[in-house]
């Protein structure tokens, strides 16, 4: 696993698209680059699935920004510093919600649908929030309301080429940048040269590493791991948040969220003997940030042996449940239960990656040509610990920013990539019999839940790092497929995830250890980052003569 191009291209006759801006990915951050590039750029979009299958599709309590009267982008800082557990990024912070405000009003524009009476703009209130900061649309609804708009706005008033049901397999490097990427159809398995001057990448999370996850399938991290491969730096892989309430019953592929913003309604946490214990944890209660609210959890189900706690909004209005939370309603309903008259049985779930490709405040990567925003990417706003809807915001406001820098990097180019042709360099996965991509992945998402989850200690990580690279190894390509390539990106991650929190011996915001329960902030007040050896990367040759830039 540890060449650079997983792509097994044997004779193959490779299609070849070009374009001056390719983006990866088709959520909130994917299309708002995208439409915001192809004002001057020639754009093409690449997606692995469609545009309603996407994590921003799912999102339910909103985006956060300081928009009220009684708020300020100063007062955001705070929240979202306090929350991060001193490991922000300050000046990422500071973009984020000084530039938040203005990139949610021009959304509002796209997406008309934000709700509001009396016309004006409703807040809502969420956990480590201090004031009602949150935008939604259609009650709980805010992910599909914004994907289908953005969506439309990508189809119809703009010039961006889409491509969906393209799975990117990896990117392509020359000289030490990015030159864009290798895809693959799923329709008819047609392999594509996408060649461009940048490269955008929006892949989004990786929720399928511990397959119990509020995550879409399409999250496997491919992304982080393909930059990975290309030799961009990653960091914070170990901060993985599980969202506290997840709808713990059986039957289902992805984990209903029970939204945070039912707790902001005023709904509360009670363990099994029926008492309220939050309070017990954080003079916050259950409003408190949500590694804390997972904590006093996991203490509460520990205590009672038991799987889950409850989340009781049986005491609030059952027309405003009705109204605010559609979503959650018709998703417990499916399991016979009712937000105003049931106990909801609740358990933390993998739900977030803080950790990413690293990147600078305007969505820079280590890699020339690479820039990266979203849920796939590091800024640093997020710290140790993201606070609840500012990742819809990071994906809005650092998209716009990558955009702002294209002229910048693209000026600075002394060739035209795009003339070029390229010889792609053999990937090392020879057919072989082994462990198939199923099982392989079965047995990651079990040894990540229990050796690498919610609670971690040094003896059950080095035992997740042992099984995932025995995985890793016997994994079996009878051919490559998308199936293959995604057990093989969740492989890599898992690995690096379980490697990242063994070196951090310290608890510190969403990463827990029983063994290190401290924070320690003289020796860990920094991030964790990972690059692949430079020995390592490979990169494509270039066929025939380069051509000078016209
Ligand atoms: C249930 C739920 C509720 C949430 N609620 C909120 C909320 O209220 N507020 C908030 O701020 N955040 C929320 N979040 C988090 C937030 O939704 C995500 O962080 C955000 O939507 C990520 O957007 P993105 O554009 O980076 O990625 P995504 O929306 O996940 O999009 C990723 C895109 O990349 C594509 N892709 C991935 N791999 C490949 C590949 N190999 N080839 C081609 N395409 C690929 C996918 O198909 C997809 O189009 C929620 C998350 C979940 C799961």
Not at 34 to 57: E, H, M, N, P, Q
Not at 178 to 195: E, I, K, P
Not at 371 to 381: C, F, I, K, P, Q
Request: hydrophobic letters at 40%; glycine letters at 10%; proline letters at 3%.
């Amino acid at each position: 696993m540890s060449r650079p191009y997983i792509a097994r291209v044997e004779g193959e006759k490779l299609h070849r698209r070009t374009f001056d801006v390719l983006v990866l990915g088709g959520g909130i951050a994917g299309l708002t680059a995208a439409i915001s590039a192809a004002r001057r750029w020639r754009v093409g979009l690449l997606t692995k699935a469609g545009f309603d299958d996407t994590t921003t599709f799912l999102a339910q309590g909103g985006i956060a920004a300081a928009l009220g009267e009684s708020d300020s982008p100063e007062l955001h800082f705070e929240d979202t510093v306090q929350a991060g557990a001193g490991l922000c990024d300050e000046n990422a912070v500071r973009v984020l919600v000084n530039e938040g405000p203005g990139r949610v009003r021009e959304l509002m524009e796209i997406c008309p649908h934000f709700d509001r009476v009396d016309g004006e703009i409703v807040l809502g209130r969420e956990g480590a929030h201090s004031v009602a900061r949150v935008v939604h649309a259609g009650g709980d609804a805010t992910g599909s309301e914004v994907s289908s708009a953005l969506a439309e706005a990508a189809k119809v008033g703009s010039r961006v080429q889409l491509y969906e049901n393209e799975f990117v397999i990896d990117l392509l490097t020359l000289d030490g940048r990015c030159v864009g990427a290798l895809s693959m159809s799923l329709d008819d398995g047609q392999l594509t040269l996408n060649v461009a001057m940048v490269t955008i990448l929006a892949t989004g999370g990786a929720g399928q590493v511990y397959g119990r996850t509020t995550n879409p399938a399409v999250a496997t991290g491919d992304g982080i791991a393909m930059a990975y491969r290309a030799g961009a730096a990653i960091r914070g892989l170990e901060f993985v948040q599980f969202h506290p309430t997840g709808l713990a019953v059986e039957g289902q592929e992805t984990v209903l969220l029970v939204t945070e913003a039912l707790r902001g309604e005023g709904a509360y946490l009670r363990n099994k003997a029926g008492e309220r214990f939050m309070e017990r944890y954080d003079p916050r209660a259950e409003l408190a940030a949500r590694d804390v609210v997972v904590r006093g959890m996991v203490a509460e189900m520990r205590r009672e042996k038991s799987e889950s706690v409850c989340l009781d909004a049986t005491h609030l209005d059952p027309g405003m449940l009705a109204r605010r939370f559609p979503t959650v309603s018709a998703g417990v309903a499916l399991h016979g239960l009712a937000l105003a008259r049931d106990l909801i049985p609740v358990a933390p779930v993998c739900h977030y990656f803080i950790g990413g490709v690293v990147t600078d405040v305007w969505g820079r990567t280590s890699v020339p040509g690479l820039y990266a925003s979203g849920e796939v990417s590091s800024t640093g706003v997020h710290g140790a610990n993201r606070l609840a809807s500012n990742s819809l915001l990071e994906g809005l406001v650092f998209s716009e920013r990558v955009v702002r820098d294209l002229d910048r990097y693209i000026g600075s180019l002394g060739e035209d990539v795009r003339r070029l042709r390229f010889a792609l360099p053999q990937g090392d996965a020879e057919p072989r019999d082994g462990v198939d991509a199923a099982a392989a992945r079965s047995a990651l998402t079990t040894t990540m839940l229990r050796r690498a989850g919610v609670l971690r200690d040094e003896a059950g990580l080095r035992a997740a790092i042992v099984e995932l690279r025995r995985l890793t190894s016997d994994l079996a390509f009878p051919r490559m497929g998308v199936a293959e390539y995604e057990a093989l990106n969740l492989l890599t991650l898992g690995t690096q995830i379980a490697k990242s929190a063994l070196l951090r011996e310290e608890s510190r915001g969403v990463h827990l250890r029983e063994d290190f329960p401290e924070r320690d902030d003289a020796n860990w007040r920094r991030h964790i980052t990972l690059r692949l050896p430079a020995t390592q990367r490979e990169e494509l040759s270039t066929t025939g003569r380069r051509e000078a830039s016209t």
